[in-house]
């Protein structure tokens, strides 16, 4: 169905996301910079934002989910 294709496509930019995320962090702890929850937070919602730019029937995201 046309709705299961979106949750699939919505669980790929989760994923995407999710791994660019954890690049950022590692990059941030080498730095030896401290990140709390809520910058971790918006650098995910940044991160989706741009892995969505241009499609359509994009889902919201809140980063309270993953953390």
């Not at 979106?6 to 790929?12: A, C, E, I, N, P």
């Not at 660019?20 to 990140?35: C, R, S």
Request: charged share 25%; proline share 1%; no cysteine.
């Amino acid at each position: 169905s046309p709705s299961r294709g979106l949750g699939d496509v919505y669980k790929r930019q989760i994923e995407n996301m999710k791994k660019l995320l954890n690049l950022w962090i590692h990059e941030m702890m080498t730095d030896k910079k401290t990140v709390d929850s809520i910058v971790v937070g918006l650098k995910a919602k940044e991160i989706y934002s741009h892995i969505t730019q241009g499609h359509e029937n994009v889902k919201s995201f809140l980063a309270s989910v993953l953390f």
